[in-house]
C-alpha cells in the first residue's frame, strides 16, 4: 500500500467518524455534519482516487488533472498534499465525537423528540417568505434577461444590485422549503417540488452547483425539523444523487457544439463509467486547493493583523470603505494558487477551503483554528434556523445556500456573514411591511365596528 492510498484511507476513516458520531445526533446539526462527511469525500477521497486510478496526463481545459501533482508524480504528490487535510479531518472529527458526548449528556431522555420550530407561531412568517421570494424571482429574472447572472468562478457580476436582489430568491426560496406547511400533505409536497425544480433551472442558468445542493440540503434540514422515515429518506438520496447525475445532462443544453466537441475529448481520456460524473467532479476542487498549499512551501501569505483587518472589513458594506474590499476567493486564486501557476492572464474566484487557508496562514495550529470555527459557525447556523425573529433566520437560511461549512475558510465566512448581514435587514425590513400591510384590515374592521356602533347609539339617543 503506496502512503496516497493510506492517507486516503486515514480521510475516510475520519469522515466515517463524523457520520457515526452524527447519527447520534438529533435535529439540523447531523444534517449538517452528514453533508459535510459527504462533500469533503467527494474533494478528498473521490477525487484522488480517481487520480490514482486514471493516472490522466495534464490537457487545457481538464481541471481534475491537476499538472502539478501529475509532475512529482500523482503517488507522492497526493501524499503530500493531503498530510495537512488528514490532519485538519481528524481535527474536526475530534471536535464532533467530544460534542455529540456532551450533547446526549445534557439532552437526556429528551433526545429523540423533534420540536416544531417557533418561527410558525409567527403568523406574518410564511407571507414574508412568499413576499421576498416574488421579489427575489422578479431579480432572477431581470438578471438573466440582461445577461449578467454571474457564472461558477465569475469573480464579480455586471450588476451587483440585481445580484443583491437574488439572495432574497435564495431565502424565499429555502425558507418556504424548510418551513411551509400545508394541511394537504400532496400540496406540500407539489410546492416544495416546484421550487426544487426551480433551484435545479437555476443551476444551470448560472453554471454553479450551489442552487440545487442549497435546495436538497433545505430538505434535509426540513426533514430533520419533521421527523425522518424511510421516504424521506430515500427521496433526499434520490434528489442529491439526480442532482448530481443529471448536471453535466442539463449543462450540455447551454453549450455550443464547439464546447461539447471540446469536453468529449477532455472526457475521453477517462474510464466510461467516470464520464457521466466528471462534470460534477470538476466542480469539487478543494484538492486543487491543498495542493495550492502544498505548493506555497510555508511561504507567508498575510499577517494576523491584516487577517483580522480583512475579517473586520467584511462587515463593511463596499460603498462605505472607499475602495475595493479585500475578497478571499481571488485573492487566493491570485497570491496563493499564483505562486506555482501562471494566473496572469485569468481571473477566478477559487474555494480556499477550511483548512488549506489555515495551514497557509498558521501551519498546524492554523488548521485546528479554522476547523473550529467551521464548527462554531455550523452550531451558530443550527441555533438560527431555530429562533423566531426573521433576521437571525435568513442568516441561517443564507448559510445553507453558500457551502461556506464544506468549502470556504475564515475569509470566506466572514464575506458571506458581511453580505448576508445585509440581506437579513432588507427581509427583516420587508417583514414589518408585510406586518403592517396584514394589520390594516384588521384596524379598517374595528375602526369601521367602533364607528357604526356610536352612530347606532347616538341615534337612539337621539329618539329617546
Given at each position: 500500500?503506496?502512503?496516497?492510498?493510506?492517507?486516503?484511507?486515514?480521510?475516510?476513516?475520519?469522515?466515517?467518524?463524523?457520520?457515526?458520531?452524527?447519527?447520534?445526533?438529533?435535529?439540523?446539526?447531523?444534517?449538517?455534519?452528514?453533508?459535510?462527511?459527504?462533500?469533503?469525500?467527494?474533494?478528498?477521497?473521490?477525487?484522488?482516487?480517481?487520480?490514482?486510478?486514471?493516472?490522466?496526463?495534464?490537457?487545457?481545459?481538464?481541471?481534475?488533472?491537476?499538472?502539478?501533482?501529475?509532475?512529482?508524480?500523482?503517488?507522492?504528490?497526493?501524499?503530500?498534499?493531503?498530510?495537512?487535510?488528514?490532519?485538519?479531518?481528524?481535527?474536526?472529527?475530534?471536535?464532533?465525537?467530544?460534542?455529540?458526548?456532551?450533547?446526549?449528556?445534557?439532552?437526556?431522555?429528551?433526545?429523540?423528540?423533534?420540536?416544531?420550530?417557533?418561527?410558525?407561531?409567527?403568523?406574518?412568517?410564511?407571507?414574508?417568505?412568499?413576499?421576498?421570494?416574488?421579489?427575489?424571482?422578479?431579480?432572477?429574472?431581470?438578471?438573466?434577461?440582461?445577461?449578467?447572472?454571474?457564472?461558477?468562478?465569475?469573480?464579480?457580476?455586471?450588476?451587483?444590485?440585481?445580484?443583491?436582489?437574488?439572495?432574497?430568491?435564495?431565502?424565499?426560496?429555502?425558507?418556504?422549503?424548510?418551513?411551509?406547511?400545508?394541511?394537504?400533505?400532496?400540496?406540500?409536497?407539489?410546492?416544495?417540488?416546484?421550487?426544487?425544480?426551480?433551484?435545479?433551472?437555476?443551476?444551470?442558468?448560472?453554471?454553479?452547483?450551489?442552487?440545487?445542493?442549497?435546495?436538497?440540503?433545505?430538505?434535509?434540514?426540513?426533514?430533520?425539523?419533521?421527523?425522518?422515515?424511510?421516504?424521506?429518506?430515500?427521496?433526499?438520496?434520490?434528489?442529491?444523487?439526480?442532482?448530481?447525475?443529471?448536471?453535466?445532462?442539463?449543462?450540455?443544453?447551454?453549450?455550443?457544439?464547439?464546447?461539447?466537441?471540446?469536453?468529449?475529448v477532455l472526457d475521453a481520456s477517462y474510464p466510461p463509467i467516470l464520464q457521466p460524473f466528471?462534470?460534477?467532479?470538476?466542480?469539487?476542487?478543494?484538492?486543487?486547493?491543498?495542493?495550492?498549499?502544498?505548493?506555497?512551501?510555508?511561504?507567508?501569505?498575510?499577517?494576523?493583523?491584516?487577517?483580522?483587518?480583512?475579517?473586520?472589513?467584511?462587515?463593511?458594506?463596499?460603498?462605505?470603505?472607499?475602495?475595493?474590499?479585500?475578497?478571499?476567493?481571488?485573492?487566493?486564486?491570485?497570491?496563493?494558487?499564483?505562486?506555482?501557476?501562471?494566473?496572469?492572464?485569468?481571473?477566478?474566484?477559487?474555494?480556499?477551503?477550511?483548512?488549506?487557508?489555515?495551514?497557509?496562514?498558521?501551519?498546524?495550529?492554523?488548521?485546528?483554528?479554522?476547523?473550529?470555527?467551521?464548527?462554531?459557525?455550523?452550531?451558530?447556523?443550527?441555533?438560527?434556523?431555530?429562533?423566531?425573529?426573521?433576521?437571525?433566520?435568513?442568516?441561517?437560511?443564507?448559510?445553507?445556500?453558500?457551502?461556506?461549512?464544506?468549502?470556504?475558510?475564515?475569509?470566506?465566512?466572514?464575506?458571506?456573514?458581511?453580505?448576508?448581514?445585509?440581506?437579513?435587514?432588507?427581509?427583516?425590513?420587508v417583514y414589518l411591511a408585510v406586518g403592517e400591510v396584514r394589520r390594516r384590515p384588521e384596524?379598517?374592521?374595528?375602526?369601521?365596528?367602533?364607528?357604526?356602533?356610536?352612530?347606532?347609539?347616538?341615534?337612539?339617543?337621539?329618539?329617546?
Amino acid at each position: 500500500m503506496n502512503d496516497a492510498v493510506y492517507d486516503v484511507l486515514l480521510i475516510a476513516g475520519a469522515l466515517t467518524t463524523i457520520t457515526v458520531a452524527a447519527m447520534w445526533i438529533k435535529g439540523i446539526v447531523r444534517v449538517f455534519l452528514i453533508a459535510q462527511a459527504v462533500y469533503w469525500s467527494l474533494s478528498y477521497v473521490v477525487r484522488p482516487i480517481v487520480l490514482l486510478w486514471v493516472q490522466p496526463q495534464p490537457t487545457y481545459g481538464d481541471s481534475v488533472a491537476d499538472p502539478r501533482l501529475s509532475t512529482i508524480g500523482y503517488d507522492h504528490g497526493i501524499s503530500s498534499v493531503l498530510q495537512p487535510v488528514v490532519f485538519g479531518l481528524w481535527t474536526y472529527a475530534t471536535v464532533v465525537v467530544g460534542y455529540t458526548f456532551w450533547i446526549r449528556r445534557r439532552s437526556g431522555s429528551n433526545r429523540n423528540t423533534v420540536a416544531r420550530p417557533r418561527s410558525l407561531a409567527d403568523k406574518n412568517f410564511i407571507p414574508t417568505l412568499w413576499t421576498v421570494f416574488g421579489i427575489g424571482m422578479v431579480g432572477r429574472a431581470l438578471l438573466y434577461a440582461t445577461g449578467s447572472s454571474a457564472s461558477a468562478g465569475q469573480t464579480q457580476s455586471s450588476s451587483p444590485i440585481l445580484s443583491f436582489i437574488t439572495l432574497m430568491a435564495v431565502i424565499g426560496t429555502l425558507g418556504l422549503i424548510v418551513f411551509l406547511r400545508f394541511d394537504d400533505p400532496r400540496m406540500t409536497f407539489a410546492v416544495i417540488g416546484c421550487l426544487t425544480v426551480m433551484e435545479l433551472l437555476w443551476t444551470v442558468a448560472v453554471e454553479s452547483k450551489t442552487p440545487i445542493m442549497g435546495a436538497a440540503l433545505a430538505i434535509a434540514v426540513r426533514f430533520a425539523l419533521t421527523g425522518w422515515t424511510r421516504v424521506k429518506l430515500a427521496a433526499i438520496a434520490a434528489i442529491s444523487v439526480v442532482g448530481i447525475a443529471a448536471f453535466g445532462w442539463l449543462q450540455s443544453f447551454k453549450a455550443s457544439d464547439v464546447a461539447k466537441s471540446q469536453s468529449a475529448v477532455l472526457d475521453a481520456s477517462y474510464p466510461p463509467i467516470l464520464q457521466p460524473f466528471l462534470s460534477i467532479l470538476r466542480r469539487f476542487d478543494l484538492l486543487e486547493a491543498a495542493t495550492d498549499s502544498y505548493y506555497m512551501g510555508g511561504r507567508p501569505w498575510l499577517t494576523m493583523t491584516e487577517v483580522a483587518h480583512n475579517v473586520i472589513f467584511s462587515f463593511v458594506p463596499e460603498q462605505l470603505v472607499g475602495g475595493n474590499k479585500f475578497h478571499a476567493g481571488t485573492a487566493w486564486a491570485n497570491e496563493v494558487r499564483g505562486a506555482s501557476v501562471d494566473m496572469t492572464n485569468v481571473s477566478v474566484s477559487l474555494a480556499e477551503g477550511n483548512i488549506n487557508e489555515g495551514f497557509v496562514l498558521g501551519g498546524y495550529p492554523g488548521v485546528v483554528v479554522g476547523v473550529i470555527l467551521t464548527f462554531v459557525l455550523l452550531l451558530s447556523c443550527v441555533w438560527a434556523l431555530q429562533t423566531r425573529h426573521i433576521f437571525l433566520i435568513s442568516l441561517g437560511l443564507l448559510m445553507i445556500e453558500v457551502p461556506v461549512f464544506f468549502e470556504r475558510g475564515i475569509f470566506g465566512s466572514a464575506e458571506l456573514l458581511g453580505k448576508s448581514v445585509q440581506a437579513a435587514v432588507l427581509v427583516w425590513i420587508v417583514y414589518l411591511a408585510v406586518g403592517e400591510v396584514r394589520r390594516r384590515p384588521e384596524r379598517f374592521s374595528t375602526d369601521h365596528s367602533s364607528y357604526s356602533g356610536t352612530q347606532l347609539i347616538d341615534t337612539t339617543r337621539e329618539k329617546e
